[in-house]
């Protein structure tokens, strides 16, 4: 092979190498700025500690009074399930794993009388994670196979019509006051 040729050939590499990196280097890019817009849409507030799913007592909220009137939980995930909701004010309460003879067990919330209940405005942007699907009943099942959590986003009216209606077990999330995200959890 003749001096000319393989110089002509090692620049056709060189560039053919040159445009790879920069594709490459583009993709990266894209695939960087989606994974930041991404990172930016579920960073709208800060990842906080969750419960044990079948935790066997009700976590407490040492900070809150209950004694004075029905207000916010503070920031953190609760363990609990919506009550009541009107006005896009949600009203729920913490819940526990009852242990049972005869099934593997249930929820139950604080004994009738128990004052030990939250209210909290439901968030525009809330996300909701259901593990029933998106229909305002309970549909097929959308769970996580480890941790029996809700993994498919549904839209806020389904999540104030289907816990306006029923206690749903649900890992309850607070920030700033506003109930932000809502994960339910499936009981077989």
């Known amino acids: 092979m003749n001096t000319s040729t393989r110089t002509l050939l090692a620049g056709g590499v060189a560039a053919a190498a ?25 960073s709208a507030y800060p990842s906080f500690k969750a419960p044990k ?15 004075k009137r029905i207000h916010s939980r503070h920031d953190g995930v609760l363990r609990g ?5 009107r006005g896009g004010v949600a009203e729920y309460e913490p819940i526990k794993w009852k ?3 005869h099934t593997e067990g249930y929820f139950t919330g604080p004994p009738e009388g128990d004052a030990m209940a939250y209210a909290s405005p439901i968030a525009k942007d809330v996300t909701f994670l259901s593990a029933y699907g998106c229909r305002q009943s309970a549909g097929s099942l959308t769970v996580s196979r480890n941790s029996g959590l809700g993994v498919k986003r549904c839209p806020s009216s389904v999540l ?5 209606k029923q206690r749903q077990p649900s890992l309850i999330t607070v920030y700033k006051g506003k109930i932000v995200k809502v994960q339910e959890i499936y009981v077989p």
């Open 160 to 164: 104030v019509k289907r816990h306006g």
């Open 81 to 85: 399930w919506i009550t009541y909701v």
């Open 18 to 42: 040159l445009m790879a990196s920069a594709v490459a280097a583009q993709a990266a890019s894209v695939s960087g700025a989606a994974s930041q817009e991404t990172s930016a849409a579920t």
């Open 99 to 101: 242990r049972s003879k």
């Open 53 to 67: 799913v079948f935790g066997t007592s009700f976590q407490p909220d040492p900070r809150h009074d209950f004694t």
